[in-house]
């Protein structure tokens, strides 16, 4: 058995404290939570103005985490995340970027070319950074959090597959409904903005917590479930509603991050084992970025979530 009652209500706590300044947006901040449960990655796309870099540093208000945010831009160099070698005195010295941080919120990620983007790899995937003839652990916990714009074109490259691979989740923020948009600017009025974030739980909190998430009961049927999800992405003529559609399949990533992050969203409901209908809540966010669309797809107007919905209603559920 698991004891999760104290953590699970540390979670809780901070759900209500980001949502003194973030009206709605419950299902970015879950996410964003589960990525803190299990390291992993979480990249944002949504238009600008709907509060994705408030509620993430709000978050890392709320667990005393090192927060770091990075513009990223055209003439964004490398060594401006990572850090570098300074020569100082007759030595070299490191000098460590804004990427040696707890959370990083790497704002608008598309804006910059692949070569500052690729700075991001061995972060995200070994958790250190080269830099000279020697690499250096980064904070634990680690976690990258990036957005980007859907609707821009002009100035923006798109992320590599390797890359994008690396993100646990690309969760797709949308606009807020009119009553949510109505207290927005009542909060607005009365001055909630200025409303400071107050820290209900410490990094120690989490690391106790992920421990207890890593305990989460999942059974082999669950298991063979999320296999099977994946290994048809990879083999959509198994499905006929799908033959032609899909270019290229998930990578073994995602089987990993649907056995972390089901156990997280079952942990955050204060379950003791995971659900069939957990893996099919996190499904779009962890395969909307990894499957390709072929010009077929395109053409008939179908979507990566189109193509999911059509894949969940064909794989039997367990």
């Known amino acids: ?3 999760m009652t ?3 209500r540390i979670f809780d706590n901070i759900e209500k404290e980001v949502q003194k300044k973030i ?47 990075v513009q990223f831009t055209p003439d964004l160099l490398p060594a401006d995340i990572t850090g ?13 970027g804004p990427l040696f941080a707890h959370i990083v919120l790497a704002d608008e990620i598309n804006r910059s070319p692949a070569k500052v983007q690729s700075a991001l790899l061995e972060a995200m995937e070994e958790k250190q950074v080269t ?20 609707l821009e074109q002009e100035g923006t ?29 009542k909060n607005k009025i009365m001055g909630a903005g200025h409303i400071r974030t107050e820290p209900v739980a410490e990094l120690k909190d989490l690391e106790e917590a992920k421990e207890e998430v890593r305990k989460i009961h999942i059974d082999d049927k669950i298991l063979d479930y999320i296999v099977r999800l994946v290994n048809t992405t990879r083999h959509s003529e198994k499905i006929k509603e799908l033959s032609g559609y899909i270019s290229y399949g998930a990578s073994p990533r995602a089987s ?13 409901a204060g379950r003791e084992n995971v659900l069939p209908d957990d893996v099919k809540e996190i499904s779009k966010d962890i395969l909307r970025h990894r499957i390709g669309l072929t ?7 179908l979507s990566p979530d189109n193509v999911i919905e059509i894949l969940l209603k064909n794989v039997p559920t367990p």
């Not at 990993?256 to 955050?268: D, E, K, N």
């Open 1 to 3: 058995m698991v004891n």
């Open 256 to 268: 990993i991050h649907f056995v972390t992050a089901s156990r997280a969203v079952a942990y955050l």
């Open 157 to 185: 490259y798109p992320l590599p597959e390797a890359q994008l691979d690396r993100f646990m989740f690309k969760i797709k923020v949308g606009y807020p409904s009119e009553s949510e948009e109505i207290q927005i600017l």
């Open 23 to 69: 009206t709605g947006q419950s299902y970015m901040i879950n996410r964003i939570l589960i990525g803190l449960l299990t390291d992993g990655h979480v990249l944002i796309e949504g238009v600008p103005g709907l509060a994705k870099t408030l509620t993430v540093k709000c978050i890392a208000e709320c667990i005393q985490a090192e927060f770091s945010r």
């Open 295 to 301: 010009y077929q797809a395109m053409a008939d107007n």
């Open 84 to 96: 570098t070698m300074l020569y100082h005195q007759g030595e070299f010295k490191v000098s460590q």
């Open 131 to 150: 830099l000279g003839d020697h690499s250096y652990p980064l904070p634990v916990p680690f976690l990258v959090l990036a957005t980007q714009n859907p």
């Open 6 to 8: 104290v953590n699970k």
